[in-house]
C-alpha cells in the first residue's frame, strides 16, 4: 500500500503556539495514489481536489458559521495536523455485499474549537466538521463549494416544487436535466448530482451521515462553482398537505441548526470515476455512514412485498368485493404464501382518512385477524402511515403495533429535511429498532447513511419510481430515468422504485391509468430491475390476478434474492444502459437494461463467475417487443466458463432489458 501522502509546506506549530496567518498547505492521497486532495488552511480554508495530474476541483471554501458571529474557519487558532491510514472491513447485516472493505487515508486539522476532518478513498474524498465545543450551539449556514476546474456537463434533479413559495418543500421525486454546469437554472438541485467531464470521467457530489442536520441542496454560484445550501430550522409547523398528513412550515428561524456539544456534521462526498460503470458498486455513501448501533440485526428479514396500492385493489376471478377489507387483504396474504414472497402491505386507507391517527381502523377491516391469519402462514405484515400521523406518538405506535404481530411500517409524505425532520427519520428508526419492526421511508429524501447504523431502515424512496406512470403524461420518459438512476440516485443508497409491472408499453403505446396501470419499455425490462435495482425490501407491485396469469414471471420476481454477498458493475454509460451481476451463496444473477435505443452487449462471463459448468436461466426480449413489450422469451441452457474469456451476447429491444440466472452444476 502506498504510504499517506501528507506534506507540511511551512513550518508545523506546535500545540498552544499563537495563531499566524500564515498559510498552511497540505496534501492527502488516496491510498492507491491517484486521487490529491490540497487543503490550504489560511484565513480562508480551502482545498482542491485533482485526479492523476488532471484537475477536477479548483480552490473551493470550506467554513461553518455560527449564530453568535463566531465561524469554524481560518480565523480561529490552528493546533495541529493529525493523520491516519485505515484499511478494514466490516460484515454487512442488509447491502447488496457481505463485506466491505473501508479503506481511506485521513486528514485531520485541529483548531481550537472545530475539527476539519478530511477522508481521500479509491473512489473519492469525503470532509466533514466536528466541534470541541463545551456546549450547545446554532448553525446560521455552512460553506460547502464544489468549484469544477472546467465546464463540466451536469445532469440535475432539480427540485420539483410541491409549493411554489418553498422550494424545501418537495416529494424528492424529479427527473434529470441536462446541460453544461454554467447554464445552471435559478433553482437549487436535490443530491446525488452528477457530473461529465471532458475526458469522460463523472463527478457525483452527495452526503452521508445525515442524522442531526438539515440536508445539503446545491445552488449555483456563478460560472462552473456550486455550493450547498440548506432548509433553515422550522418556526412553526402545522398540520396541512395530502389528507392533512403532513407538517407544512408555516415560517422559519434564521439558521439552520442546533447542535449539542462535540456535535459532528455530515460527511460531504465527491467521488471521481474514470468510467461511469464504476457508479454501479460504489460503497463510498455506505462506508461514511455510522457503525450499527447495535450487535443484533438478525431480525432484520429482507424481501418482497405483495402491494396494493399501484393495482389499485384490482382482483379478478374471485368471488368476492375486492377493496379495502379484510377479505381482499387475505387473498393477498394466500398469494404471497403460495409464492413465497415475504410480505404484504396494507398502504393508504387502512386507517380513518383525515384524522391522522393511526389507532383509528376503518370498519371494513379486522386488523388483528388478518395480522394473525398473516403470521399463521409465514406472511409478515407492514402498515403505511402518514408523517403528522406516526410523529404524534412514536413509541407508542411502534409498541402497540409490534405486540399486535406487524412487522413494520411504510412511512411516508415527510417531504422535508430541515433538521426536525431528519431527527424525525432518527426517532422512528431508533424506536422501530426497539421493537423489532422495519422501516421503508417513501415520500423521502434520499439515502444519508442512515441503513448503516440502523439497519431495519430497510428501504428509501427519495426517486421518481414507477408509481408515476398511474398519472404521467404519454410524453414522459420513465425508460431514460431508468438507467440514468443506477448512477446517480443508487450512488447514494437503496431506492423504493416498486417494479413489477404485468402491463407493459412501448414508447408509442403508453398511456397513463391510474386503475390499471402500466409500465413504459419492455416486460424484461420490469425483470431486469430486480436485480439492477438495490432494494431490500422490493414491491411487486401488479395485482395478484395478473401475476398468476403470468407464472413464469412471477417465479422470477419471486425467487430472486434482495440483498446479496457481492455485486459487481459489468457495463454502463449514464442514461444508456446498465449491467450488473448480483451474487447469493454460489448463485449468480445478471440484470441489463437499455435506453429507448434496441442494444446489443457482451458479459464476459468470467468478469464475476468462478470456473465451472453452470445451468443458466434467461429471460430476453421476444423478436416483437419493440411493437408489443409484454413478449419475451425464456429458455435455459448449460455453460461452461474456463480461464479464457467466456462472452454471453445479450440483445435487448428499445426500451428493453435482459435477466438471467446462473446455478452451479
Known amino acids: 500500500m502506498r504510504p499517506l501522502l501528507l506534506l507540511l509546506t511551512c513550518a508545523a506549530l506546535l500545540p498552544g503556539t499563537a495563531y499566524a496567518a500564515a498559510p498552511r498547505h497540505f496534501e492527502l492521497a488516496s491510498p492507491d495514489g491517484h486521487l490529491r486532495l490540497g487543503v490550504d488552511a489560511g484565513p480562508q480554508i480551502t482545498y482542491t481536489l485533482d485526479r492523476d495530474g488532471v484537475s477536477v476541483m479548483a480552490p473551493s471554501g470550506l467554513s461553518v458559521q455560527l449564530a453568535d458571529g463566531t465561524a469554524y474557519d481560518g480565523s480561529v487558532r490552528f493546533e495541529k495536523a493529525l493523520h491516519r491510514s485505515v484499511d478494514d472491513s466490516f460484515a454487512t447485516p442488509v447491502y447488496k455485499r457481505a463485506t466491505v472493505r473501508d479503506h481511506f487515508n485521513e ?44 465546464d463540466v456537463e451536469a445532469t440535475v434533479p432539480y427540485v420539483r416544487h410541491d409549493s411554489q413559495a418553498d422550494p424545501y418543500l418537495n416529494s424528492f421525486e424529479t ?60 418556526k412553526e409547523v402545522v ?62 428479514k429482507p424481501g418482497k412485498v405483495a402491494w396494493d396500492w399501484w393495482n389499485d385493489w384490482n382482483l379478478y376471478g374471485v368471488d368476492f368485493r375486492a377493496g379495502i377489507n379484510t377479505q381482499t387483504y387475505k387473498y393477498y396474504i394466500d398469494f404471497a404464501a403460495a409464492h413465497g414472497i415475504e410480505y404484504v402491505i396494507l398502504d393508504e386507507g387502512w386507517a ?13 377491516i379486522d386488523l388483528p385477524e388478518i ?90 424512496e427519495g426517486v421518481n ?112 444502459y446498465a449491467a450488473i451481476a448480483r451474487c447469493k451463496g454460489d448463485t449468480w444473477y445478471v440484470g441489463a437494461m437499455t435506453d429507448w435505443e434496441a442494444r446489443e452487449l457482451e458479459i464476459d462471463l468470467r468478469a464475476f463467475l468462478p470456473a465451472g459448468r453452470y445451468e443458466v436461466e434467461i429471460f430476453r426480449d421476444g423478436p416483437n417487443a419493440d411493437r408489443a413489450a409484454r413478449d419475451y422469451v425464456r429458455q435455459t441452457l448449460t455453460v461452461t466458463v474456463a480461464a479464457e474469456r467466456h462472452i454471453l451476447p445479450v440483445r435487448m429491444a428499445p426500451g428493453g432489458g435482459w435477466t438471467a440466472r446462473f446455478r452451479k452444476l
Open 107 to 150: 486528514l485531520t486539522l485541529r483548531y481550537k474549537t472545530f475539527d476539519l476532518v478530511f477522508r481521500a478513498y479509491d473512489a473519492g474524498v469525503a470532509w466533514r466538521f466536528v466541534s470541541r465545543a463545551k456546549a450547545g450551539f446554532t448553525v446560521r449556514d455552512e460553506q460547502a463549494e464544489f468549484r469544477f476546474a472546467e
Open 175 to 234: 427527473y434529470y436535466q441536462i446541460h453544461p454546469l454554467s447554464a445552471w437554472k435559478d433553482d437549487i438541485a436535490l443530491l446525488p448530482t452528477s457530473f461529465a467531464m471532458r475526458n469522460g470521467w463523472r463527478v457525483n457530489i452527495t452526503e452521508s451521515d445525515l442524522l442531526d442536520y438539515p440536508g445539503m441542496y446545491l445552488k449555483h454560484l456563478g460560472g462552473t462553482a456550486l455550493g450547498g445550501v440548506y432548509p433553515p430550522y422550522p
Open 239 to 300: 398540520q396541512g398537505g395530502h389528507n392533512r398528513l403532513q407538517g407544512i412550515v408555516r415560517s422559519k428561524e434564521d439558521f439552520i441548526a442546533k447542535q449539542p456539544a462535540g456535535a459532528v456534521l455530515p460527511w460531504r462526498i465527491v467521488a471521481v470515476a474514470t468510467s461511469d460503470v464504476r457508479l454501479l458498486d460504489s460503497d463510498l455513501a455506505y462506508v461514511l455512514g455510522r457503525p450499527a448501533a447495535g450487535t443484533d440485526w438478525s431480525w432484520v
Open 352 to 364: 380513518v382518512n383525515l384524522q391522522a391517527d393511526l389507532f383509528q381502523v376503518v370498519p371494513e
Open 371 to 460: 395480522v394473525d391469519y398473516a403470521g399463521a402462514k409465514g406472511v409478515g405484515i407492514i402498515l403505511w402511515a402518514g408523517y403528522w400521523a406516526m410523529n404524534r406518538d412514536i413509541e407508542g405506535i411502534c409498541k402497540h403495533y409490534s405486540e399486535m404481530g406487524v412487522k413494520g411500517f411504510k412511512v411516508d409524505f415527510m417531504n422535508r429535511d430541515d433538521q426536525q425532520m431528519v431527527q424525525f427519520f432518527t426517532r422512528v428508526a431508533e424506536t422501530a429498532a426497539r421493537y423489532h419492526l422495519l422501516v421503508d421511508f417513501h415520500g423521502a429524501f434520499k439515502p444519508s447513511g442512515l441503513q448503516r447504523p440502523y439497519p431495519n431502515v430497510i428501504n428509501h
Open 465 to 576: 419510481g414507477l408509481e408515476q406512470m398511474k398519472w404521467a403524461a404519454a410524453g414522459t420518459d420513465q425508460v431514460t430515468y431508468d438507467v440514468q438512476i443506477p448512477f446517480i440516485r443508487m450512488f447514494a443508497g437503496p431506492l423504493d422504485y416498486t417494479q413489477g409491472a404485468m402491463r407493459n408499453a412501448t414508447r408509442g403505446n403508453y398511456r397513463p391509468v391510474n386503475s390499471e396501470p402500466m409500465s413504459q419499455g419492455t416486460r424484461c425490462r420490469q425483470l431486469a430491475e430486480y436485480v439492477i435495482f438495490e432494494a431490500p425490501l422490493t414491491m411487486l407491485c401488479d395485482s395478484p390476478s395478473n401475476y398468476l396469469a403470468e407464472p413464469e414471471c412471477l417465479q422470477w420476481m419471486a425467487e430472486v434474492p434482495t440483498v446479496w454477498d457481492e455485486t459487481v458493475a459489468l457495463a454502463g454509460r449514464v442514461g444508456d
